[in-house]
């Protein structure tokens, strides 16, 4: 037993270490995946979004309004344009992303103690973008107001002020994101789908490569060693790169990590295998070395939507929340993050921990049944 396991321990790593699409898969999609993603998205939010403004008012109101408008952080004033088509110019050009349109009668309905109303257009090919024109626009919106709410009664003392203005104060407490940033919100979605996807293509390409060479197109090579489906060479790899997609790559990039590390290992450990098991056991439906791409490379973006952490779960239709509990990487994002960004314990995270060990004992128990069906065909085709 022993000499078949070291005999297929040796002949794996051989092939994950001289097969480059294997290598690339392994090793270099996740060291540098994460990466390349936290790099991009490492700003956190949207600033100095460039802006056109039109001021039909051109009145001290509406004047006031636009300083304050500029002065907020997420805005930058680029353009100042006389009417729509001209701003509409420079949004067509991709050199503004937002207009900011005030009427003419802006001023005149503040002092006649009716509404104002100011316009504001979004180029909503960039979600983000529009998030901070719209919060800057509210905020100056809302002071402005209570401005002017103060200003009508000159007479009153500040507190009787200061309640007029704002009968009921609200206090914004932002947790687990304070900052409302991009990275902190996906990122850790990210890295569990890297290590399920790269395990996905970079076994499923092994299987296919092994079906080409094999003159039968049998998975089992024609070898004594292969009478038991030993499958443990990927944990090992595995270990090293979870270790550095889950503590270093946050570590470098200052993602948030509150989570105990010892209690995010131990539930790692589980989603790790469970990663191994269902790739092994998808890698059966790979008949060539090209297939895993056709496969499996499209279902990143549908996992990341299925899992719940980029759209509510109450908003997914329930067969979808259905068809996600197979894939491994939706109760370790759950997981995850709970853990990882809100600081819960493993006890915590008790439902995603023990599905991840049912999935593990579920794929494994299939990867062994389609091993030993691929072992009898193997058999049968000898003799």
């Not at 060479?213 to 790169?241: A, E, G, Q, T």
């Not at 979808?320 to 509990?325: N, Q, V, Y």
């Not at 894939?327 to 997981?335: A, E, K």
């Amino acid at each position: 037993m022993m000499k078949d396991i070291y005999f297929i321990f040796r002949r794996e790593f051989y092939l994950v270490f001289r097969d480059h699409a294997v290598l690339t898969f392994f090793i270099f999609l996740c060291l540098g995946y994460p990466l390349i993603y936290t790099f991009i998205y490492s700003n956190e939010v949207v600033r100095q979004v460039p802006v056109a403004v039109i001021d039909q008012s051109k009145s001290p109101l509406s004047r006031e309004f636009l300083r304050m408008w500029e002065a907020s952080p997420n805005v930058k004033v680029v353009a100042h344009c006389n009417d729509l088509g001209e701003a509409q110019l420079f949004m067509w050009q991709k050199e503004i992303y937002g207009i900011l349109e005030i009427p003419a009668d802006f001023s005149k309905d503040i002092n006649r103690g009716e509404q104002a109303h100011v316009a504001l257009f979004c180029d909503m090919g960039a979600l983000l973008n529009y998030k901070a024109l719209l919060q800057a626009t509210s905020d100056v919106a809302i002071t402005l107001g209570k401005e002017i709410q103060v200003e009508n009664f000159p007479y009153a003392s500040r507190i009787q002020q200061e309640i007029t203005a704002s009968p009921v104060e609200i206090s914004e407490v932002k947790m687990f994101n304070p900052q409302s940033g991009f990275a902190s919100f996906i990122i850790p979605a990210v890295l569990i789908l890297v290590i399920q996807q790269s395990l996905l293509l970079g076994v499923g390409t092994i299987a296919g490569t092994a079906r080409d060479r094999n003159p039968r197109h049998s998975l089992v090579p024609v070898d004594k060693h292969y009478c038991k489906p030993w499958c443990i060479v990927y944990m090992p790899v595995y270990f090293v790169m979870g270790f550095w997609v889950f503590f270093i790559v946050p570590r470098i990039f200052s993602l948030t990590q509150i989570g105990a590390k010892s209690e995010l290992m131990l539930f790692l450990f589980p989603f790790l295998l469970a990663c191994v098991f269902f790739a092994i056991t998808a890698s059966f439906f790979s008949r060539e070395r090209e297939q895993p791409f056709l496969l499996f490379v499209f279902t990143s973006v549908p996992l990341m939507f299925i899992s719940g952490i980029s759209w509510p779960k109450e908003g997914i239709a329930g067969y979808w929340i259905a068809l996600s509990k197979i894939f491994p990487s939706t109760h370790g994002i759950d997981g995850f993050v709970k853990m990882n960004n809100m600081g819960a314990t493993l006890g915590e995270v008790l439902p995603e921990y023990l599905n991840l060990w049912i999935l593990a004992i579920i794929y494994f128990i299939l990867a062994c049944l389609l091993y030993y069906r691929e072992i009898v065909k193997s058999r049968k085709v000898r003799s």
